[in-house]
């Protein structure tokens, strides 16, 4: 109880959006390219809305994947056939995932526990497939190529990439905060409820299913608008991008930066966007060594580095109370 | 018409692997409360593992005794190290931690023979057809029908007619008055994991002819374990053995119909099933 209260009072929005700002503003610095810092961003994005379903609904989602990739062929089949919406081609995308979101809902979100696991791992299947025999639509196994990028107004003074950057890092902000506001919201605590005792919510009056597929659909749109920034940034949007690895990497992210932690999740992007691109020069197999992380972050940090961040600060918080 | 006839029989072969993979999964499921994601991946090392050995020795059974026995170790192995940690956490760490189990074995199997598809040759013996009425039949798929529906009976037998199969339902009820009784409770344990996945590794060497061995297997096999599972339901012997068959034969006659749409039709079957059964063919509590 004084522990929550603690938390509670200790913990202001300032640091938070601080910490964003900051994280959008160092990436290029760490990874050493405004592209590879962009795609951390968008993975940060998608990262956190899993961490939404993950650590606050409390359901394991396999589905993550097919949310970015439709999201990614919606804002590239909208660009391709009217240029002229320009940014909503965005807002476009995100209906489009929190609908496949409410149609993959539908379907598992009544299942109980490994159920719902198993169903939106077929259906993240399912939506491979599709993808893979409408080639009109998706342009099948070579991707949609060629998508025109929307103008920014910002080119003339930052060029090309780096105005794409800005405008993945305002969106990663906005949305890393419109979820601290979720998870934080009457809705966000009620969602607490209903993973730490799924009958006892229901018992005190809760609609539990209504209150997770309002989660899944939040986070199928956000992970949506990540694949359409990720598209934007690629310029095409690659059949990988449906892919199971996609959910599989998306889904180590948000465990590697701690799955009750926002923030978290962008370093869990960071990191393993790191991995992969340091790792991969070196050796082939490296996704070896991430199954190995995976295991050990699972077993002995169950709250990744967010959790570790955490520990650090409330033991230094500690600390300072014995001084003072 | 007859074509689809032919189509539907070729697929009771592949039907009856799926079942042997997923009853695996699903005994392993019933004792344990375990969700084995690393499945899939014990399907692929099975399936190298029958390649290998039938390429060192020239015999095909020793090669399919191999993708039993090699997996079989390995799941131990990886129950003791790893796995027995995780049997009192959600069934969502267990997932976590058999997908990082899989990403080590995928990429084990790719370090020792390459990214490329491999072809895999059946015994000679194997090869041709049988004629079943006017349907010409692969022998292969014969075998297959066969050895899976003894698998499966044997299967029955021990669960429902042995001291062992006994124990592990009594395991399933209460582990805890089983170890009280003064039966090593780990050891009934690493035995179930030792069948299970076992299975899993046979199915992936009697798959491999049919459709050769690559490194893509185990994530195509993880994802129809689940769908039969979803199904079928878990933890009993018809389930696994229905929705095997079902997801089998619908392969093999959209192979004929629509062959870009094949894999697609299993899911849309699935969603289509859940849409009316929302628990599956058998229901679940």
Request: hydrophobic letters at 55%; charged letters at 10%; proline letters at 4%.
């Amino acid at each position: 109880m004084l522990e929550t209260l603690r938390i509670r009072l200790g913990d202001s929005a300032g640091p938070f959006y601080l910490a964003l700002i900051a994280f959008a503003l160092l990436a290029p610095l760490v990874t050493g390219s405004v592209s590879t810092a962009g795609a951390v961003l968008v993975f940060a994005i998608a990262a956190a809305a899993c961490n939404l379903m993950l650590g606050y609904a409390g359901l394991l989602s396999f589905a993550q994947g097919s949310f970015f990739g439709v999201g990614s062929y919606v804002v590239g089949i909208t660009l391709k056939a009217h240029p002229g919406v320009g940014l909503g081609a965005l807002a476009v995308s995100v209906i489009a995932g929190m609908l496949l979101a409410l149609a993959i809902g539908a379907l598992s979100i009544r299942q109980r526990g490994i159920y719902f696991v198993m169903i939106t791992l077929a259906m993240a299947q399912l939506a491979f497939f599709a993808s893979l025999a409408l080639p009109g639509w998706t342009g099948g196994e070579n991707g949609l190529l060629d998508i025109p990028r929307p103008a920014l107004g910002l080119e003339a003074s930052l060029g090309d990439s780096r105005s794409q950057y800005a405008l993945a890092a305002m969106l990663f902000i906005a949305s890393l905060a419109f979820l601290r506001r979720v998870v934080r919201s009457p809705f966000g605590r009620s969602l607490d409820a209903v993973r730490e005792n799924e009958l006892r919510a229901q018992t005190a009056g809760f609609d539990v299913q209504r209150l997770k597929l309002v989660a899944f659909c939040i986070s199928g749109g956000l992970t949506a608008l990540a694949g359409a920034l990720y598209a934007l940034q690629l310029r095409s949007a690659p059949l990988s991008n449906i892919d199971l690895m996609t959910s599989e990497t998306i889904l180590v992210m948000a465990i590697l930066g701690g799955r009750r932690s926002l923030i978290g999740a962008a370093f869990g992007a960071l990191a393993m966007t790191l991995m992969a691109e340091q790792l991969s020069q070196l050796w082939p197999r490296w996704q070896m060594i991430v199954g190995f992380v995976l295991i050990a972050t699972v077993l002995f940090a169950p709250n990744g580095l967010g959790g570790l961040w955490a520990q650090l600060r409330s033991s230094r918080a500690a600390a300072a109370k014995e001084a003072a | 018409m007859n074509l689809y006839v032919f189509q539907a029989l070729n697929g009771l072969g592949v039907g009856m692997i799926y079942f042997l993979l997923s009853v695996g999964l699903s005994i392993i499921f019933g004792l344990l409360g375990f969700v084995n994601f690393a499945h899939g991946a014990l399907f692929l090392v099975g399936a190298y593992a029958a390649m290998f050995t039938a390429e060192q020795t020239g015999s095909f059974a020793l090669g399919l005794a191999a993708s039993f026995a090699v997996v079989a170790l390995v799941g131990v192995v990886a129950e003791r190290l790893v796995l027995r940690r995780t049997y009192k956490m959600p069934h969502e760490a267990q997932i976590l931690v058999t997908v990082g189990l899989t990403f080590i074995l995928t990429e084990t199997i790719v370090l020792f023979f390459g990214p490329q598809p491999r072809q895999v040759s059946m015994p000679d013996m194997l090869n041709g057809v049988l004629m079943l009425g006017p349907y010409p039949i692969p022998k292969y798929r014969i075998f297959i029908f066969v050895t899976c529906a003894v698998i499966g009976a044997a299967l029955w037998l021990l669960f429902e007619r042995t001291l062992f199969g006994a124990r592990v339902r009594a395991g399933n009820e209460s582990a805890e008055m089983l170890s009280l009784l003064g039966v090593k409770v780990t050891r009934v344990y690493a035995l179930t994991f030792a069948l299970g996945t076992g299975l899993a590794g046979l199915a992936g060497g009697l798959a491999a002819p049919l459709r050769g061995a690559d490194p893509s297997m185990g994530m195509e096999a993880i994802v129809i374990a689940f769908v039969v599972v979803v199904l079928g339901g878990i933890g009993s012997f018809s389930g696994p053995l229905i929705g095997g068959l079902i997801i089998g034969v619908t392969q093999s006659m959209m192979t004929a119909i629509w062959p870009e749409g094949a894999r697609l039709t299993i899911f849309l079957v699935m969603a289509a099933i859940l849409l009316v059964m929302p628990k599956g063919l058998f229901g679940r509590a």
